[in-house]
Structures are given as structure tokens and as C-alpha cells.
């Protein structure tokens, strides 16, 4: 029957050899006595046994198969699912490895930017520290030379007003002078008008056949380095000529013609002559 099983390795004709003697020992003489009495139950008992057993197995079996099909088809769909969400992570992790290799591409364009930048800064740096020296260098400069036009404006002022205070002195001395030359002028036509002068003899230059008279010194005022002598327009004298002073046989220097009268002069002496030495009455005579 279908119920019938065999061991691995074991000949099924074995159990039918086995039945065929009890079958031929059952056709001998008492032997419906024998099976009858007491062995007639146990082969159907045990029939249903072991289909029970074997039902009960196929049952285990197919619960077991049926369980393990289910187990399959769960654990193939978790494959399945893990098979996908390997994809998917491989996915993301080629899509990772992408985004990884793209942003260190950009980390390093950007510190290769950093750095120049970096060296345009250090270099601008550079730049600025030079640009200040010369700024400092130069402000240096302009204080030296604010500092020396300050210098050379108070120079300045200091200079114009000592010129200022000079020229109100020469002005003083200008105006002494000129009351000084009245003064002496006064007295010497005064002199003159109460003793009369005698005029010194015609002397005659032999180059140009001029007339050149000499005189003699009338008035000597060393504080102002003038003398008054008694030649005069009228004698032909000019601004600016030069006469010879002589005391005796002794040229004591030169003096210059500063201003005419008739006939006499105010003549101012020049650097050489002998200060100590001209005194009234000492001769001059043309040059």
C-alpha cells in the first residue's frame, strides 16, 4: 500500500518472503485453530498504528514543510529586502563616495584658494608696510620742513624786525647827520662870512689842461666820517670826485665829494684814510 515504507538499502521482496511461509504454514492441518485463538487482532492493531503513526508523521511533516516553505519564502522576501536595501546603501554609499570625492575636490580648490589668497594678503601686507614707511618717511620730511620754514620764519621776523630797528636807527643817524650838516654848514658860512677864506693856488694838469684848484680842509667831524673844505662848484667840482688830503708833505688818504655849495664842500672820507691824522686846515688836492 501507500503506507508501506522501506529502509534505505533493504529489498522489498524481503517482507513478502517473509508473509509466504506463515501463509503456507496457515494451509496445513490446525492452522485456523491456531490463528484464530489469539494472533487474529495484533497484525490489524498494528496496521492502524503504524498508519496512525505514519499519519501523524506525514501531518508533523507537512506542518514541518509547510512551516519551512513559510520560513523560505519569509527569510527569501527578507533576502530579497535585504538584497534591495543592499542596493539602495550601495547606492548611497556610491552616491556618498561621489558627494566625498566631489567636496574634497572643493576643500582642496578652496585651500588652494585660501593660499593664494593668503599669499596676496602676506603680499598686500608687505605692500601696506613698505606704503607706511614711506608715508611715515615722508610725514618725517614734512615735519623737518614745517620745522625749518618755522625756523626760517621767525628767522624772518626776527631779521625784519632788526632790519626794522636798524633802519629806524640809520634813519635816526640819517637825520642827526643832516642836522649835524646844517648845523656845520650854518657855522662854517658863518666862519666864512666873519674871516674869509684864502683860496690856495691854481694848479694845472698837464694831460688835459684843466684848471684844478686846491684847497684846504675847513671842518672835520670824525663821528660821521665827513669833512667840509673850501671848494666848490664854482671851482668845478662834482658829486663824486675824489681829493688827495695831505698834512704837510704826508697823504693821509682820499675823500669823495658828497655835496656842493658855491664854493665849498661836504666830502665824506673813503675806507684808507688816517682818521687820527686829518685835522682843519690839512690840504687836499685833485686826484
Do not use: H, W
Not at 496496521?47 to 513559510?70: E, P, Q, R
Request: proline share 3%; hydrophobic share 40%.
Amino acid at each position: 500500500m501507500a503506507f508501506e515504507q522501506t529502509r534505505p538499502g533493504e529489498d522489498p521482496n524481503a517482507k513478502a518472503s517473509e508473509i509466504k511461509p506463515r501463509e503456507t504454514a496457515n494451509v496445513g492441518v490446525g492452522a485456523v485453530k491456531k490463528s484464530g485463538a489469539g494472533s487474529g487482532k495484533n497484525p490489524a492493531v498494528a496496521f492502524l498504528f503504524i498508519i496512525a503513526v505514519l499519519g501523524i508523521t506525514s501531518l508533523f511533516l507537512f506542518i514541518a514543510k509547510s512551516n519551512l516553505a513559510a520560513k523560505n519564502t519569509a527569510l527569501q522576501s527578507q533576502l530579497d529586502m535585504a538584497n534591495t536595501a543592499k542596493a539602495s546603501v550601495e547606492k548611497q554609499l556610491s552616491e556618498t563616495t561621489a558627494i566625498k570625492n566631489e567636496l574634497q575636490n572643493r576643500i582642496d580648490q578652496v585651500k588652494k584658494e585660501a593660499e593664494s589668497l593668503a599669499a596676496q594678503i602676506e603680499q598686500e601686507k608687505k605692500l601696506k608696510d613698505n606704503a607706511l614707511a614711506q608715508l611715515n618717511y615722508k610725514i618725517q620730511e614734512i615735519e623737518a620742513v614745517k620745522k625749518s620754514l618755522e625756523a626760517q620764519r621767525q628767522e624772518t621776523v626776527t631779521l625784519k624786525e632788526s632790519l626794522g630797528k636798524e633802519n629806524d636807527t640809520l634813519k635816526a643817524q640819517l637825520n642827526e647827520l643832516k642836522t649835524a650838516k646844517e648845523s656845520l654848514e650854518k657855522k662854517l658860512k658863518d666862519t666864512i662870512s666873519r674871516k674869509g677864506i684864502k683860496l690856495e693856488k691854481i694848479v694845472v694838469k698837464p694831460e688835459s689842461g684843466e684848471v684844478v684848484p686846491e684847497g684846504q680842509v675847513l671842518v672835520v667831524n670824525k663821528e660821521f666820517d665827513f669833512v667840509v673844505i673850501n671848494l666848490g662848484e664854482s671851482d668845478g667840482l662834482k658829486v663824486g670826485t675824489k681829493l688827495q688830503v695831505y698834512k704837510d708833505d704826508l697823504m693821509l688818504g682820499m675823500i669823495e665829494v658828497e655835496k656842493i655849495y658855491g664854493n665849498m664842500a661836504a666830502a665824506t672820507m673813503l675806507p684808507d684814510m688816517q682818521k687820527d691824522k686829518i685835522k682843519e686846515g690839512c690840504t687836499v688836492k685833485p686826484v
